[in-house]
């Protein structure tokens, strides 16, 4: 077996870019997926989100990747803090 990161650090490029491109087309946001850093955060001064847009983001990832993110959840400000962070989520709790 050979150890190769290549192919981890592409994916989780790829699902950051995903995740982005899902963002912007959920919320009618005027941005490309590139111009989300994914280390800026979320709400306020970052990408300018409020609880409804991340309420419908919730919504979509948990549809397009089986997870099962709660409203009511303790862990809903890191998850949603940054794309990085939510990506993480994701690809530790996605089914699909």
Request: charged share 20%; glycine share 4%.
């Given at each position: 077996m050979q150890?190769?990161?290549?192919?981890?650090?592409?994916s989780?490029a790829?699902?950051?870019?995903?995740?982005?491109?899902?963002?912007?087309?959920?919320l009618n946001l005027e941005?490309?997926?590139?111009?989300?850093?994914p280390?800026a955060?979320?709400y306020g001064?970052?990408l300018?989100?409020?609880s409804i847009?991340?309420l419908e983001v919730?919504l979509?990832?948990?549809?397009?990747?089986?997870?099962?993110l709660?409203?009511?959840?303790?862990d809903?400000?890191h998850?949603f803090s940054?794309?990085?962070?939510l990506c993480?989520?994701?690809a530790?709790?996605?089914t699909?």
């Amino acid at each position: 077996m050979q150890d190769n990161p290549k192919p981890t650090a592409t994916s989780t490029a790829d699902l950051q870019l995903e995740v982005a491109q899902l963002l912007i087309e959920s919320l009618n946001l005027e941005v490309s997926a590139d111009q989300i850093t994914p280390d800026a955060p979320l709400y306020g001064d970052g990408l300018g989100l409020d609880s409804i847009d991340v309420l419908e983001v919730a919504l979509v990832v948990s549809k397009r990747y089986g997870l099962q993110l709660r409203s009511d959840s303790a862990d809903n400000q890191h998850i949603f803090s940054s794309l990085r962070s939510l990506c993480d989520t994701i690809a530790a709790q996605r089914t699909c």
